[in-house]
Structure formats: C-alpha cells, structure tokens
C-alpha cells in the first residue's frame, strides 16, 4: 500500500522551530520530486517548497525562503521541513506530496499526498 505519512506538526510560538517529517511507503521516494504544500483555513493550497529526484536541487516560496529548509533522506526514505522563525502567517495544514518527474514544481500537482499535518504558530 502505497502511503506519506507526515508527522512533526504542533503547536509553537512566534519565533520558534519545527521539523516535520514526511515518510513513504510502499515505494521508494528516490525516483520522486517531493513537495511540501501548505493549506489554511479558506485560502487554496500552496507550494512551499520541494526538492527534486534529479540533482537534489531545492525551491522555495519567498515567503519562507530564508526560514525553511527542505532535505530528503534517501536510505530512511524520507523527507524533512525544518521550520525556523515561525510567524502566525505559517498556521496551516502542512501537507507532503510525491510527483513523478525528475525536477520539482511548486504547483500542488502530484501522484501521492500525505494526510497533513497541523502547524499553529501562536503564542
């Protein structure tokens, strides 16, 4: 059974730190460009950031670019969010996505999504 699980996700104040988790199975995550995609309450869900299968190259959205930092562990087959500097504007569902191609695209199109995770910054 093919499945991303994220996990990682709580509660923290302005300021702090999170690192999200992203783990696959029943597939190997090497030959996939992964995303990470957030969604708050009434707005559409946005790319954040991803890292392709290619070259390991990484993209980020201005938004958190400077703050996040994407990473993917092959050989545990999976793929980690580092959060620093949390501002209430990151307050979302945090969710991971698997897309077949070699370089990544922030756009929330992919064969494989997790289930999300919830990420509140407030204090």
């Known amino acids: 059974q093919v499945q991303l699980v994220e996990s990682g996700g709580g509660l923290v104040q302005p300021g702090g730190s999170l690192r999200l988790s992203c783990a696959a199975s029943?597939?190997?995550?090497?030959?996939?460009?992964i995303g990470w995609f957030r969604q708050a309450p009434g707005k559409e869900r946005e790319g954040v950031s991803c890292?392709?299968?290619?070259?390991?190259?990484?993209y980020y959205a201005d938004s958190v670019r400077g703050r996040f930092t994407i990473s993917r562990d092959n050989a545990k087959n999976t793929v980690y969010l580092q959060m620093n500097s949390l501002k209430p504007e990151d307050t979302a569902v945090y969710y991971c996505?698997?897309?077949?191609?070699?370089?990544?695209?922030?756009?929330?199109?992919?064969?494989?999504w997790g289930q999300g995770t919830q990420v509140t910054v407030s204090s």
């Open positions: 890292v392709s299968s290619s070259d390991g190259s990484t």
């Open positions: 029943g597939f190997t995550l090497d030959s996939y460009a």
């Open positions: 996505a698997a897309q077949l191609r070699e370089l990544c695209v922030l756009l929330p199109r992919a064969e494989y």
